[in-house]
């Protein structure tokens, strides 16, 4: 970074400051998915004013009804005038993004649909937050870009290297969001997630992506007589049982990690980059057993062949964020996640839908 902002370095605790008063309104994208759907209710519960801007391609707006009070827009990011309708109507003194198209093997099909919901719509994004001079800005990014992983546990200066598409639109709109800091003074904190896995403690708002790609969602599945049974993409990793290792956040837990973000640039925390994992990793064997023991069900499986482009182990070093912002996983132990994943799906056989 050219000229950074003063504050505290990443590394450096900024849980002695005050706590911040929530002020202003926060522009959350993408609210209505998985992840901001959580993040929604996580700021509401802190106190914060919530404006959700979502084209609900893949949200859904039952996960945010009655969860709080917030207003919602339904507009597309590569849509200019829609997004700065938005900040024409409110102040928002915050933004969390994560509206973005989110599967690997689409965006290997198809390139220039990821860089027009990732690129395009994320520069419509920041050329409003530069015009109404918003003065943070947290994206969802994500252990794609750091590609084969050259280490394990990964930190943050590993090398940036995405091997597809949709790990290079991520990265490409991290180096934006840099320049428009260096430039315009956006102060910014990158996450990069591992695996977002679990649901709402509650068991009222969890995962619910068609196609689901991901394992624990598919687990239950099978174990709700959804699927027959799952693929596990190779067994012959070098891996203790041969099966490739992630490393799971509680999607809850996630979400409260955005408003120690948020609070963190407020009180002068430093621009950057933040793995957002335990530093656990998990194989597809002992989650395959966690599901079974969560629901009482077995998980049948067959074994394929391994998928191009998945390392054996993708594990994140988690320290920079647990020193720099005040934040504990809490939720984040496999049981527990594999515990509340299996409310949601047991008791939401149709996810969002109707019975
Ligand atoms: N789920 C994970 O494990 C994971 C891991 C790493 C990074 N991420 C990132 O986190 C973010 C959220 O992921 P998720 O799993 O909640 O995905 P999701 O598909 O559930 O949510 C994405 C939301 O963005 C909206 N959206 C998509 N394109 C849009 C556009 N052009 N304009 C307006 N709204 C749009 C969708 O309707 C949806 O509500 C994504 O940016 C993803 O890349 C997710």
């Not at 993408?30 to 893949?58: K, P, Q």
């Not at 001079?133 to 947290?138: A, C, E, M, T």
Request: aromatic share 8%.
């Amino acid at each position: 970074m050219s000229h950074p902002l003063q504050g505290s370095k990443p590394g450096e605790s900024t849980a002695h400051l005050p706590a911040l008063q929530p002020s202003g309104e926060v522009l959350v994208t993408g609210g209505c998915g998985y992840i901001g759907s959580h993040a929604v209710r996580a700021l509401c519960e802190a106190g914060y004013s919530v404006v959700i801007f979502d084209n609900l391609y893949t949200g859904h707006l039952e996960a945010v009804m009655g969860a709080c009070d917030f207003k919602l827009y339904q507009g597309d990011l590569r849509d200019e005038k829609a997004v700065e309708s938005v900040f024409k109507q409110h102040k928002i003194s915050g933004v969390l993004h994560f509206a973005g198209l989110t599967l690997v093997g689409e965006s290997v099909r198809d390139p220039e649909t990821y860089y027009g919901a990732n690129v395009t719509g994320g520069l419509n994004l920041l050329a409003a937050c530069k015009r109404y001079k918003v003065p943070r800005f947290i994206f969802s990014s994500t252990a794609a870009v750091y590609g084969n992983p050259q280490a394990s546990p990964i930190a943050e200066d590993h090398s940036l290297r995405p091997i597809n598409p949709y790990g290079r639109t991520k990265l490409a709109f991290e180096h934006a969001l840099e320049s428009y800091h260096d430039a315009h003074g956006i102060r910014f904190v990158t996450l990069r997630y591992f695996n977002a896995a679990g649901a709402h403690p509650s068991g009222d708002m969890g995962e619910a992506h068609d196609p689901e790609s991901h394992l624990i969602p598919n687990a239950c599945r099978v174990g709700l007589g959804q699927l027959e049974r799952l693929t596990v993409y190779g067994k012959d990793y070098e891996t203790p049982d041969g099966t490739g290792i992630r490393d799971y956040i509680h999607v809850w837990d996630l979400a409260q990690a955005h408003v120690a973000a948020l609070e963190y640039l407020a009180a002068g925390g430093e621009c950057g980059a933040f793995n957002v994992g335990t530093g656990q990793g998990h194989s597809v064997l002992e989650v395959i057993r966690a599901v079974e023991r969560a629901s009482g069900r077995s998980i049948p499986f067959t074994v394929g062949e391994r998928r191009p482009g998945d390392p054996p182990r993708l594990v994140a070093d988690p320290a920079r964020l647990q020193a720099s912002l005040a934040f504990k996983p809490a939720r984040s132990d496999l049981k527990t996640i594999c515990e509340d994943a299996w409310r949601w799906h047991s008791n939401h056989p149709h996810l969002y839908g109707k019975p």
